[in-house]
């Protein structure tokens, strides 16, 4: 009977989760163990997650991760008080984030304390923009272009894939063995994201970012707005000195934005019909005390 | 057929949201090209610190007019606002990231008083902030609404293919 069920779990892991980590034996290890309400068999036929570590679905996983990730940065760099901004920014996400067919997720987003040029995106939807970053905007279409690109990371999962390559190493050291599940279920979360919010200071691949400024371009234009406001926000930010303590996690952590523009201006190129006839929306744009007006 | 291209081109950048002619200069001395294609032709070359002005952007490339003449530069190669006095002097590599490091001297220079850093050490230590998050959660549209937002903004949701990096 036990065979059976286990037989079933492997079944379904396998067919539905095609992105799912193979870890073979050791998802079977892992889907085995006591969780908090119950050993039962009913848990083992449970769909493993993503990295087959919390005994909850891939979804419910990355949903987790991202939630433990964006509040550690949010320990370290509140929400800006002011409620109609952060609504604002979720109008925005909301609809540009629907265009992504990810709508198995909640998407949060949301305007950062930070005098620091930068935007960050965790797993399970949710998107973080420094107000330094937001101070730099000059209409909705590069609010979304900006908001755009993050999502572009969340759908392609670049930052799971990092944590994956992580667990890897760890199942190496034997990090997995230990019995996982019920009060340790945060636990071994945190293990798997490491100190802090360090991951986000990580860095991802430069190919990685490349990409996600194509599928933001391609966001943004799906939801009616001009492609071309993400590559104007690089060419603002293109011109911050790069020895300004403002980008230097920005920089550290992505191609030079000149770099960025070469690529998704060549990528752009052959469809530029595509991209034609999309709205600015300058006038709806939600400025904070100090932004200037300007185009 | 070029010409057909051409036109449609024309056409496009007549949709194109217009940026105020507004002031620049060239960081790093680029090809003027008569459309804004990398293979398009060259009408002249712009030498670094050659002022320009900007009338209009398409994609990665900036309609430009400078010295009587008017064609496309890429966004990467111009700056804008006012050039400087000694644009190449100071410069050893003329590269855009010399003119970025402030050599150039011009703006962006953020205030040294209430500066909030989100550096790698600060990101490492932060903690975990349970009513900030749940905060955020709370501010979350629904579909429904985000549709009804994207509405009055006339904004108009169209299909369109996710674009290939450009060949090498």
């Known amino acids: ?295 | 057929m070029k010409t057909v291209q051409w036109l449609i081109c024309v056409a496009l950048l007549a949709f194109v949201a217009p940026l105020v002619a507004e002031p620049g200069y060239i960081i790093r001395s680029s090809d003027l090209m008569d459309e804004p294609y990398r293979d398009a032709t060259s009408l002249a070359e712009l030498e670094e610190g050659a002022p320009v002005e900007i009338l209009k952007r398409k994609g990665g490339w900036l309609q430009v007019e400078s010295a009587g003449k008017s064609g496309w530069v890429r966004m990467s190669k111009i700056r804008k606002g006012k050039a400087p006095t000694q644009p190449a002097a100071e410069s050893e590599a003329g590269g855009v990231l010399d003119l970025a490091s402030g050599r150039a001297g011009t703006g962006n220079v953020v205030s040294a008083t209430g500066v909030r850093g989100l550096n790698e050490e600060e990101l490492k230590e932060a903690k975990f902030d349970a009513n900030e998050v749940d905060k955020l959660e709370s501010f979350a549209v629904s579909e429904q609404k985000a549709a009804r937002f994207a509405q009055a903004g006339k904004l108009i949701a169209r299909e369109l293919e996710f674009i290939p990096a450009a060949a090498q």
Request: charged fraction near 25%; avoid cysteine; proline fraction near 3%.
């Open chain 1, 1 to 295: 009977m036990i065979f059976r069920i286990l037989l079933v779990a492997l079944l379904i892991s396998g067919a539905a989760t095609t992105h799912a980590f193979d870890l073979g034996g050791l998802v079977k290890e892992i889907t085995k163990k006591p969780t908090e309400d119950s050993a039962s068999e009913q848990q083992q036929t449970k769909q493993p997650g993503l990295l087959g570590l919390l005994g909850g679905t891939p979804v419910e996983e990355e949903i987790a991760i991202g939630r433990e990730i964006s509040g550690r940065l949010l320990g370290a760099a509140p929400l800006v008080k002011d409620k109609h901004l952060q609504r604002y920014v979720n109008q925005v996400g909301a609809w540009v984030a629907k265009q992504s067919g990810r709508d198995d997720l909640v998407w949060h987003f949301g305007v950062i304390e930070s005098d620091d040029i930068n935007a960050f995106a965790a797993p399970g939807g949710y998107i973080l923009v420094t107000k330094g970053l937001y101070k730099k905007l000059h209409n909705e279409a590069e609010l979304a272009g900006v908001l755009a690109h993050e999502v572009g990371h969340v759908i392609k999962q670049h930052h799971l894939k990092i944590l994956k390559q992580g667990q890897l190493i760890d199942v190496g050291g034997g990090l997995l063995k230990q019995k996982v599940g019920g009060d340790d279920k945060g636990q071994a979360i945190g293990k798997m994201i490491g100190s802090g919010a360090e991951i986000l200071a990580r860095g991802l691949d430069k190919n990685a970012e490349y990409e996600a400024d194509r599928i933001g371009v391609v966001l943004a234009a799906r939801a009616g707005y001009d492609a071309y406001a993400l590559p104007s926000v690089l060419q603002e930010i293109g011109h911050v000195r790069a020895d300004d303590s403002s980008v230097a996690l920005l920089f550290k952590t992505h191609p030079h934005p000149e770099k960025r523009l070469v690529e998704l201006g060549d990528a752009m190129d052959g469809h530029a019909e595509q991209f034609d006839d999309g709205k600015v929306l300058a006038d709806r744009f939600y400025r904070l005390k100090g932004m200037s007006k300007a185009f």
